[in-house]
């Protein structure tokens, strides 16, 4: 089963959720990205779901799931990129996932975890930007 | 008077079959030409009854029809399995989705996303969810 | 055995023919204006021969054998709602053939009891028919109104910037469940494309707020927190604030302002930025005061 590769970014992990996502695949991220933040320390992690045209309440509570075990592990998460008809019809299913932080897009999203992570940019001055680690 | 213009039935036996049978749900929406916020309704509804059908009831199938009503188009989906069936239905269709955790079967979330929403359910006998949206 | 409504039909349709569009130019249910007068001989003609079909199988105007004659009532009925007739000229097209059918089994049936027995049941099948033919004179009309309605509501719902990453939503009048998706998805979409982080809501216009409204709004919010932006409902005049605590809707954790000025204020702070007045210049006044 191929598995959604994470990218580290200095201090920060980055997965971009492209595909439709089936149960397990989901289960998979969840386990990786929490053993990931283990072993790299990473402070925060960034959940790309702009190519998301579907996020049911299986989604929902993952990204809800991973927010709440990072934060554990002492990382924020940022959730970026949800299209609008996505999140109307979250709102109506009744998922507003509180606690769970989001951004218009990447950018803003590490701008975002940049604010809450001190030390951000000596870090990535002495990493290089993008590394992205062996899956 | 309602027409049945097309019908097709998939299995719900995996959870890949739940992936089809989503962007089966998909394709028909969009050539019955739903806006995307009505296509991202439906399509998430179906998610979410196709899972239960998968998870809940032990596998199933999904009947999904094209309709015309005079000028109005619309989609109608149909699941089914032969599970334990839900024994109190007035608490499933209220049971919402709590924060992270929670095994809310999202039917009153579903309920929401749709124009018509019709269940049959009694304990060993299974479950029949019909649901359908209009443009 | 045919009835004898078909039978007087089929005797004299063509008699049957002039004396109803006589009457339909009579009472008005013929709108010159609106329709040549070939059509509505077309029409009619169709309408007598279908009726005739039907009434040799019966005079049950709900069984099936009355499906054709029913759908061409609908197509016409249809067409007409378009065209603009009245809904009196659309169910006196159907009302006007009694008197026609009327005078022609007076002529046919000689006796007394008979005549009133089949007077009856024709004005009983006439009833009906034109009923359902008023029916969907309605419903198409209300279909017009709604087609309209939605083309308003996209038009009267427009997305501002007032300035970089800020966007605006003046609301004008009720907000109804249609209306508020609308407003909904604007709003939304506005957000993706300008890539604004926040946005006003402006309820000033509003003259009335529910929980309806109120549970709109908040879905609003809460799905373009969703997406990464923040919204400011300005505009909440102090009868609405009285409505929304009554109605015990909780606004805990959205900004509230009482004006547009001041959520626009509390945006510019969010987004880091500040008004300031330039320096006055030191010149000499333009003109010496007052003329002459």
Redesign the interface.
């Known amino acids: 089963m191929e598995r959604i590769p994470i990218l580290r970014m200095g201090r920060f992990l980055l997965v971009t959720i492209q595909v439709?996502?089936?149960?397990?695949l989901a289960l998979a991220l969840q386990e990786d990205l929490t053993s990931r933040l283990s072993t790299t320390g990473a402070r925060g992690v960034l959940i790309d779901i702009s190519s998301l045209?579907?996020?049911?309440?299986?989604i929902?509570?993952m990204i809800?799931?991973i927010s709440?075990m990072a934060r554990i592990m002492d990382a924020e998460t940022v959730v970026?990129?949800?299209?609008?008809?996505?999140?109307?019809?979250?709102?109506?299913?009744?998922?507003?996932?509180?606690?769970v932080r989001?951004?218009?897009?990447v950018e803003?999203?590490m701008h975002l975890l940049q604010r809450s992570v001190p030390g951000f940019d000596d870090d990535m001055a002495a990493e290089g930007v993008v590394g992205a680690d062996e899956a | 008077m309602t027409t049945v213009l097309k019908r097709d039935v998939l299995p719900l036996k995996s959870e890949q079959d739940v992936v089809l049978a989503r962007q089966a749900v998909r394709k028909v929406a969009i050539e019955q030409g739903f806006g995307i916020v009505d296509q991202t309704k439906i399509v998430t509804a179906a998610s979410e009854l196709g899972r239960n059908t998968l998870i809940h009831g032990g596998g199933g199938e999904m009947v999904i029809e094209t309709l015309l009503d005079g000028a109005r188009r619309g989609v109608r989906a149909t699941f089914t399995d032969r599970g334990k069936g839900i024994a109190d239905i007035a608490k499933a269709l209220k049971d919402g989705f709590t924060t992270g955790s929670g095994m809310g079967l999202g039917l009153g979330g579903s309920k929401r996303l749709v124009d018509h929403f019709e269940i049959r359910s009694a304990p060993g006998e299974g479950t029949c969810i019909t649901i359908a949206r209009w443009k | 055995m045919p009835s004898t409504i078909a039978s007087v039909i089929a005797e004299s349709e063509s008699k049957l023919l002039d004396d109803w569009l006589k009457q339909l130019r009579e009472t008005g249910g013929a709108r010159a204006d609106l329709m040549q007068d070939q059509e509505l001989r077309q029409q009619c003609g169709d309408i007598l021969r279908l009726l005739r079909t039907a009434t040799n199988q019966g005079m049950d105007p709900r069984s099936d054998h009355y499906d054709p004659l029913r759908a061409k009532l609908a197509e016409i009925s249809r067409s007409r709602a378009q065209q603009g007739f009245s809904p009196t000229a659309t169910a006196m097209f159907v009302f006007s053939l009694k008197k026609p059918l009327t005078e022609q089994l007076r002529a046919k049936l000689r006796d007394g009891a008979a005549l009133a027995d089949e007077s009856a049941a024709m004005h009983q099948l006439i009833d009906d028919l034109g009923l359902s033919t008023t029916e969907t004179f309605q419903k198409t009309r209300e279909e017009l109104i709604n087609r309209q309605q939605q083309d308003l509501l996209e038009l009267s719902t427009p997305v501002v910037k007032l300035w970089d990453g800020v966007l605006a939503l003046p609301v004008i009048g009720t907000l109804d469940s249609a209306r508020t998706q609308v407003v909904m998805e604007s709003l939304l979409q506005q957000i993706v494309a300008t890539g604004s982080e926040i946005a006003i809501i402006d309820i000033t216009g509003v003259p009335t707020v529910d929980t309806l409204v109120a549970q709109h709004l908040i879905k609003t919010v809460t799905a373009a927190r969703l997406m990464g932006a923040d919204c400011i409902i300005s505009g909440i005049r102090p009868q609405i604030a009285q409505t929304i605590v009554h109605l015990g809707v909780n606004l805990a954790d959205i900004t509230t302002k009482a004006t547009l000025a001041d959520a626009f204020k509390v945006a510019l702070q969010r987004a880091g930025l500040s008004v300031t007045r330039r320096a006055q210049a030191n010149a000499a006044p333009m003109h010496g005061g007052r003329a002459g």
């Open positions: 439709d996502m089936h149960d397990r045209t579907i996020v049911d309440s299986f929902g509570r809800a799931n709440g970026v990129g949800m299209q609008p008809a996505v999140a109307i019809t979250l709102v109506e299913l009744g998922l507003s996932l509180p606690g989001t951004a218009l897009d803003r999203g």
